[in-house]
């Protein structure tokens, strides 16, 4: 019976460290000075530069782009872009495949993942190009 019981939880363990959030020095040397698309339910949801500084550029697929910053707070890594001064707050982890992120508080439970890659930087378009 112990012995079941150690192979069980030895065999759990790996499960459980998938779900350990990244702290914020953790995250901060992944993402830094890359460029990081995500899906949400399959379907690509947006990209975000990682840039020196705990700086940030973010679009929504299709928009225009965001600058702001992020901050630890707790186990969480919070976002504040310019013209939203309300923090949007979530928990990243890592697996095999990329980084993976739930929404916090967030009764449908968003949650993204990592689906490419790269250093280029975010390409903006801006506002008003073509006008």
């Known amino acids: ?21 990244l702290s914020a020095q953790q995250f901060e040397a992944y993402a830094t000075g890359k460029t990081l698309t995500y899906s949400l339910s399959g379907e690509v949801f947006g990209t975000e530069q990682y840039l020196p500084n705990r700086r940030v550029r973010w679009a929504y697929t299709g928009d225009i782009c965001q600058e702001g ?53 975010l390409y903006c378009a801006g506002p008003d190009v073509g006008v």
């Not at 019976?1 to 959030?21: G, H, N």
């Not at 949007?88 to 990329?98: A, D, H, M, N, R």
């Open 69 to 121: 910053h992020w901050y630890e707070d707790a186990d969480l890594i919070c976002f504040v872009y310019d013209g939203e001064p309300e923090p949007q707050c979530w928990q990243f982890w890592q697996t095999e495949t990329g980084l993976h992120a739930r929404f916090n508080n967030d009764p449908e439970g968003t949650e993204l993942s990592e689906v490419e890659q790269t250093e280029k930087p």
């Open 1 to 21: 019976m112990r012995l079941a019981l150690a192979a069980l939880l030895l065999t759990a363990l790996p499960a459980l460290a998938v779900e350990t959030p």
